[in-house]
């Protein structure tokens, strides 16, 4: 899906995030999509930079919990490529150490 394709998603909010969000919606003469689309973007940006939640991320690509264009898209091209490289060298480490204890 590219930047260009739009999803409708649907969730709840309290009244009162709802509300703030209308408020600041008209006080920048946008809508309310477009204050919950760049916050959710400023969101994931700062997500990105957040070492903890990086550390996550990195597990649940590690666990094959998510892809590696989810991950890229996370983190970003050059540390999601230096995850995937960290992720083929722990899986040879262990297939050999698999194999070792087999053949031991």
Do not use: P
Request: proline share 0%; net charge negative; glycine share 4%.
């Amino acid at each position: 899906m590219g930047s260009s394709d739009k999803r409708r998603v649907q969730f709840r909010a309290s009244e009162d995030l709802v509300e703030r969000t209308d408020a600041l919606a008209t006080v920048l003469e946008t809508d309310r999509t477009d204050v919950l689309t760049t916050a959710l973007r400023e969101y994931l940006r700062e997500a990105s930079s957040d070492d903890d939640l990086v550390q996550e991320i990195a597990d649940a690509y590690y666990a094959d919990e998510i892809t590696y264009d989810q991950l890229k898209g996370l983190v970003g091209h050059e540390a999601a490529a230096n995850f995937r490289v960290l992720k083929e060298r722990l899986d040879e480490e262990f297939v050999a150490a698999t194999a070792d204890e087999l053949d031991g």
